[in-house]
């Protein structure tokens, strides 16, 4: 697939773009806008004869908080994959914030990143650095001065629970507090769009709990978060935006899926 | 890019593999003191080689059968040559007592027959004077019939000459040779360091870094592993330079009529400088291998 920038000048994401305070937030007064996200007739395949994902159509407003579930397998990290440009979609288009992250060259990825926060399963925190350390990471890529990545980092640290804490080292923390020093990391720079690859995966229930609950908070500061997660406890207990992919197809969860993916949780558990 | 998020990040580098740093840096001290002890000989050598060409002169002995007005003759014609700053007129007598004086034998010397110490004319030359120059004049010098042999001392300086130019190609194929090493043991350091970093790059891409991003804190860890080698070689030489002055001294005062003294500001800087952009060029070429971002 060719590589070309909606503008053609080759830069795709720039600082100009990035980190205007409160890019992220949602205006209630304000008419509806243009989506943040869209993807339209997406395909991905990772085998020749089966798409991971077929013909994916979703959009996704400013201010929204969007469950993406679906059996283990179904594309789910594939799917947030695309959009932070791990992987190029085989057809379709994925416009954030206007422009088609498919068509990004290389040299503009970093700058689609810089406007998104990652949350991963696994973390993804370097266990030697510091609570600080791990968190400064995401603003110091940006280029903050010092002073402000510290008055940012401690802002953040609070934020998330870890007030305080700053000079431990990361690997010390248990499970859950890693998890939160990646949100603090992955919110720090206050991007438009907050993704979550099963961000509970690794944590037991009450944990999971804590950690929704803490991705709620953020979004009611404004920020839109698309949350990945198999965990039907976590799904029923928000009333967010659900999406479920079956067979590489994307679903819009209406209240009877919504139940009756409830219960065949129940008959499963 | 924040200048002082860029040292932080290579100061937290060197923490994060400080045994590998550590390494790296006492095998590079190994190579840029035997730079520096190099350099410092040739130094010393061109120093002694320059003195010398300012100061250069011929001996012209002169026959037994000399007379006083051979001679009287000689010196007229020798001073008229521009070349020739000073005549010293040494006799038989005054060239055996400097003989003694200076060998230490005292009255042994006056067993030695007369022939050995013929009467002399000391020229001492402007040093603008070159060696064509003043190997023609000795020749011309030896159809007197006064005059039974010259001694323009060429060979000599030809000698010392050739000796100069090995010692300055050995002291370049070293540099050579150091540089290459420098590179890579330094590029060796950075690609371990790359391989044990790979997580952290790995979080760095995910959260919008540029390759630049990536790569700088590398290429600063390189530098100032290249100029922490270069400065604590240059501490270690001058070190031992100033402990054993005192004992070589003496000695080579006689032998060279010059006191031995240490590199000179340009070439201290040389090396330093030398020693960060080598430091900087075996990173950037690890980085360009190994670090595919
Ligand atoms: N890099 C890849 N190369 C080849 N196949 C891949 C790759 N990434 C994912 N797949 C395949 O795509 C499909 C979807 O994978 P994905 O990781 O998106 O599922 P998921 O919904 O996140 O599953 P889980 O709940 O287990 O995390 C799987 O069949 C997987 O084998
Ligand atoms: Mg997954």
Redesign the interface.
């Known amino acids: 697939m060719a590589r070309v920038n909606l503008d053609g000048s080759g830069a795709g994401f720039r600082r100009t773009d990035s980190h205007v305070r409160g890019l992220g937030r949602s205006n209630p007064n304000q008419p509806a806008e243009k989506p943040l996200l869209v993807m339209e007739d997406v395909y991905k395949y990772f085998r020749r004869d089966v798409p991971t994902l077929r013909n994916v159509a979703l959009e996704v407003k400013r201010g929204e908080f969007v469950f993406v579930t679906g059996p283990s397998g179904a594309g789910k990290s594939t799917l947030l994959q695309l959009i ?1 440009r791990k992987h190029t979609v085989d057809s379709g288009r994925i416009l954030f914030l206007g422009r088609d992250v498919a068509r990004l060259t290389e ?1 503009s990825i ?7 926060g ?1 949350v991963f399963q696994d973390f ?6 510091t609570v600080y ?1 791990n968190v400064a ?2 603003m ?7 002073r402000v ?1 510290r008055s940012r980092v401690a802002e953040t640290l609070e934020r998330v629970g870890l007030a305080g804490r700053g000079n431990e080292r990361t690997e010390r923390l248990s499970g859950g507090e890693q998890q939160r020093v990646a949100i603090a ?1 992955a919110i720090a720079t206050e991007p438009a769009l907050l993704l979550a690859d099963e961000p509970t995966g690794n944590l037991d229930p009450a944990l999971a709990i804590d950690i929704l609950t803490l991705f709620e908070e953020i979004h009611d500061a404004g920020t839109t978060v698309i949350f990945a997660t198999h965990d039907h406890a976590l799904l029923q207990t928000s009333p967010h935006r659900l999406i479920v992919i079956d067979e590489g197809r994307l679903i819009e969860a209406s209240q009877g899926l919504r139940a009756w993916s409830a219960r065949m949780h129940s008959l499963s558990a | 890019m924040d200048i002082r998020t860029t040292f932080a990040r290579a100061r937290r580098g060197f923490r994060d593999d400080l045994r590998l740093h550590v390494v790296a840096v006492a095998s590079l001290v190994v190579a840029f003191l035997c730079l520096g002890a190099a350099l410092l000989g040739v130094e010393n050598l061109a120093r002694v080689a320059e003195r010398w060409t300012q100061s250069q002169h011929m001996t012209v002995y002169l026959g037994t059968d000399a007379s006083e007005s051979d001679i009287a003759q000689l010196r007229l014609v020798l001073d008229s040559l521009t070349e020739v700053a000073e005549v010293e007129y040494i006799n038989s007598a005054r060239a055996r007592a400097q003989f003694a004086e200076q060998t230490e034998m005292g009255a042994d010397v006056g067993s030695l027959p007369a022939e050995a110490f013929p009467a002399s004319l000391e020229l001492a030359l402007h040093a603008s004077a070159n060696r064509t120059r003043i190997t023609k004049i000795g020749e011309r010098i030896k159809s007197f019939n006064a005059v039974e042999d010259v001694e323009t001392y060429q060979d000599w300086f030809g000698q010392l000459g050739s000796l100069l130019d090995a010692g300055r190609k050995a002291v370049g194929i070293l540099a050579l040779l150091v540089a290459v090493c420098v590179v890579a043991v330094i590029g060796n350091t950075i690609r371990l360091a790359v391989a044990n970093r790979r997580q952290e790059i790995e979080v760095l891409k995910l959260c919008g870094a540029t390759d630049r991003f990536v790569r700088t804190p590398f290429i600063v860890e390189g530098i100032l592993q290249g100029l922490t080698a270069s400065v604590l070689s240059l501490v270690l030489l001058g070190i031992s330079y100033l402990s054993l002055r005192g004992q070589v001294e003496d000695t080579v005062v006689t032998l060279t009529g010059m006191q031995v003294v240490f590199l000179g500001p340009l070439t201290v800087l040389g090396v330093v400088c030398g020693g960060g952009l080598v430091g900087a060029l075996g990173s950037a070429l690890s980085l360009r291998r190994y670090l595919s971002v």
Request: without cysteine; glycine residues 4%.
């Open positions: 932070y040299r970093p700058f689609l990143r810089r406007n998104l990652i993804k925190v370097v266990p030697h650095w350390e990471v995401s110091e890529i940006l280029g903050s001065p010092v990545v990391r």
